[in-house]
């Protein structure tokens, strides 16, 4: 078994609106893939139909480690080995990290003395301790939130993290660290797919692959040149050498959440 991820197929509407369409990506285990796009292209969907949020029409296939995802419940998914970080992680008051991890383990048949020795060991490689007994997320920084994140997917070993925007939000120097540890929670039992609109953090860490999506579609794959081309003429220059229609004028709907990050690429 060497993919963590396969998805074929796959599209998905809400309301009436068509937002992935015919979409294929696949994660290898002990990969890194960023999938970069401008806003409204369908990232975060793919991550909610991957996980199972319902309202979605879904249509084509998903596997995680060659078991059939889109017939499970949200629930089962997740015991299956797959996770997610949010883009805006939720602060819960009243639980503490340690505690959420223990619970989260134990839920997912893991050992209570094994997930409390790795919680210690983690925490430690990953600069976690001072937060295990602190509330859920609770005043955190945006970027202390995300490591949180990341360090409860390294505790809890799924096969399969998806990392929703994992940069946005963040100053420079947490965006540096936050890659930092997504590249050290690299693993060869697990597949990580990284969703960025921004090439600045694939300056600190080392992805096999990168995907663009256009329109609810991957419309190209590539290393690092990918990045690069994409730095330097966005995402206009790319769809006009895919020969993609461009934007309709006015661009994408702005999000609120659009507002709070720092020179999108797609601007
Ligand atoms: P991204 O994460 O790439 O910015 P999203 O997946 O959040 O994009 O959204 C893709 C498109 O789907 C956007 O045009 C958005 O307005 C639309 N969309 C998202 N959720 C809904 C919904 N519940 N109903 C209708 N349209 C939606
Ligand atoms: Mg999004």
Same mark, same amino acid.
């Given at each position: 078994?060497?993919?963590?991820?396969?998805?074929?197929?796959?599209?998905?509407?809400?309301?009436?609106?068509?937002?992935?369409?015919?979409?294929?990506?696949?994660?290898?285990?002990?990969?890194?893939?960023?999938?970069?796009?401008?806003?409204?292209?369908?990232?975060?969907?793919?991550?909610?139909?991957?996980?199972?949020?319902?309202?979605?029409?879904?249509?084509?296939?998903?596997?995680?480690?060659?078991?059939?995802?889109?017939?499970?419940?949200?629930?089962?998914?997740?015991?299956?080995?797959?996770?997610?970080?949010?883009?805006?992680?939720?602060?819960?008051? !009243?639980?503490?990290?340690?505690?959420?991890?223990? =619970?989260? %383990? &134990? +839920?997912?048949?893991?050992?209570?003395?094994? #997930?409390?020795?790795?919680?210690?060991?983690?925490?430690?490689?990953?600069?976690?301790?001072?937060?295990?007994?602190?509330?859920?997320?609770?005043?955190?920084?945006?970027?202390?939130?995300?490591?949180?994140?990341?360090?409860?997917?390294?505790?809890?070993?799924?096969?399969?993290?998806?990392?929703?925007?994992?940069?946005?939000?963040?100053?420079?120097?947490?965006?540096?660290?936050?890659?930092?540890?997504?590249?050290?929670?690299?693993?060869?039992?697990?597949?990580?797919?990284?969703?960025?609109?921004?090439?600045?953090?694939?300056?600190?860490?080392?992805?096999?692959?990168?995907?663009?999506?256009?329109? !609810?579609?991957?419309?190209?794959?590539?290393?690092? =040149?990918? %990045? &690069? +081309?994409?730095?330097?003429?966005?995402?206009? #220059?790319?769809?006009?050498?895919?020969?993609?229609?461009?934007?309709?004028?006015?661009?994408?709907?702005?999000?609120?959440?659009?507002?709070?990050?720092?020179?999108?690429?797609?601007?």
């Amino acid at each position: 078994m060497t993919t963590a991820l396969r998805v074929e197929d796959l599209s998905a509407g809400i309301d009436g609106n068509q937002i992935l369409k015919e979409l294929d990506i696949e994660v290898p285990f002990g990969e890194i893939h960023a999938v970069m796009g401008p806003n409204g292209s369908g990232k975060s969907t793919l991550c909610h139909v991957l996980t199972g949020k319902s309202g979605y029409k879904v249509n084509g296939s998903a596997e995680l480690a060659g078991q059939d995802l889109l017939s499970l419940d949200v629930d089962e998914r997740s015991r299956l080995g797959l996770m997610q970080s949010f883009q805006y992680p939720t602060e819960v008051p !009243g639980v503490r990290l340690r505690e959420f991890l223990l =619970e989260s %383990a &134990d +839920e997912r048949g893991i050992d209570h003395q094994v #997930a409390a020795e790795r919680i210690e060991q983690e925490a430690e490689r990953f600069g976690m301790e001072r937060f295990l007994d602190r509330s859920l997320n609770d005043d955190l920084s945006g970027g202390e939130k995300k490591k949180s994140e990341i360090f409860q997917i390294v505790v809890l070993q799924p096969k399969m993290a998806l990392l929703d925007e994992v940069d946005s939000g963040l100053d420079i120097d947490a965006v540096r660290t936050v890659a930092e540890a997504v590249e050290e929670m690299r693993s060869p039992d697990m597949g990580i797919l990284m969703i960025t609109h921004y090439s600045r953090i694939l300056n600190y860490l080392d992805v096999d692959r990168i995907h663009v999506m256009i329109d !609810g579609q991957i419309v190209d794959s590539g290393g690092s =040149e990918l %990045a &690069d +081309e994409l730095e330097e003429g966005g995402y206009a #220059a790319l769809r006009e050498r895919l020969g993609i229609e461009p934007e309709p004028e006015g661009g994408p709907m702005r999000k609120p959440s659009d507002f709070f990050t720092e020179t999108p690429f797609d601007i």
